[in-house]
């Protein structure tokens, strides 16, 4: 593969998703991939029909769909009552409500084989981040999907560019070792891509809203 997408925390902004999916067009013909950084459910109103198109896309092994912290949250709750509330209160009744109630067992099954992080040539894509000091390879899952600070405030070499998602920025934030494509879809109106091409950084950053599609040519970072 000579071109990686990379899609920032939709939370149920279907809206965002179709027209980001719909800019990035058939991925064969690009020789391309498109990997989603997680966090597909929860806070936006039409988390449902996020998780059936990913569904449908993910057949085909050009889509990678990673897992993120409220994919997690979200089956724990559904095969644990006592981890309902804290689903809930952190965006779960918008997903329930677009559920009707009701999560078929597909969807959980889905959410549940969901992998933790995919690895390139030059890249290492994850839903929250790496802890500092830790080969890419013996990464705890708890970190993977929910540090935030250690792995933010971090100058330290990876080993490969991380690209994740997690916490939320009124901008991409690109920096040498790092790239964050969450910019609070949810609540901005903007769904983050990330065009990967080769080592490093994005060439390209999509600022995708209601009202269409801003592309920006980055400098290598």
């Given at each position: 593969m000579s071109r990686y997408y990379a899609i920032?925390?939709?939370?149920?902004?279907?809206?965002?998703?179709?027209?980001?999916?719909?800019?990035?067009?058939?991925?064969?013909?690009?020789?391309?991939?498109?990997?989603?950084?997680?966090?597909?459910?929860?806070?936006?109103?039409?988390?449902?029909?996020?998780?059936?198109?990913?569904?449908?896309?993910?057949?085909?092994?050009?889509?990678?769909?990673?897992?993120?912290?409220?994919?997690?949250?979200?089956?724990?709750?559904?095969?644990?009552?006592?981890?309902?509330?804290?689903?809930?209160?952190?965006?779960?009744?918008?997903?329930?409500?677009?559920?009707?109630?009701?999560?078929?067992?597909?969807?959980?099954?889905?959410?549940?084989?969901?992998?933790?992080?995919?690895?390139t040539e030059h890249h290492f894509f994850v839903h929250a981040g790496v802890r500092p000091g830790v080969p890419l390879d013996a990464q705890e899952p708890e970190e993977m999907l929910w540090i935030r600070e250690l792995f933010l405030d971090s100058d330290d070499d990876f080993g490969k560019h991380v690209v994740h998602g997690h916490t939320p920025a009124r901008e991409p934030e690109l920096r040498f070792n790092r790239s964050n494509l969450d910019t609070g879809a949810f609540q901005t109106g903007t769904l983050t891509v990330g065009v990967f091409d080769g080592p490093g950084g994005p060439s390209e950053v999509w600022a995708v809203r209601a009202n269409g599609v801003a592309k920006r040519p980055m400098k290598s970072v």
């Open positions: 920032g925390d939709v939370h149920g902004r279907f809206d965002l998703l179709t027209r980001a999916l719909e800019e990035i067009g058939e991925l064969e013909a690009q020789d391309a991939r498109l990997v989603m950084l997680g966090d597909y459910v929860d806070r936006g109103p039409q988390s449902r029909d996020v998780v059936d198109e990913l569904m449908r896309r993910s057949s085909d092994d050009r889509v990678v769909c990673l897992r993120g912290n409220h994919e997690e949250m979200m089956v724990a709750a559904l095969d644990d009552p006592g981890a309902e509330l804290q689903w809930l209160i952190n965006g779960g009744a918008a997903t329930l409500e677009s559920y009707g109630g009701h999560v078929p067992p597909e969807h959980v099954a889905w959410l549940r084989a969901l992998p933790l992080s995919f690895e």
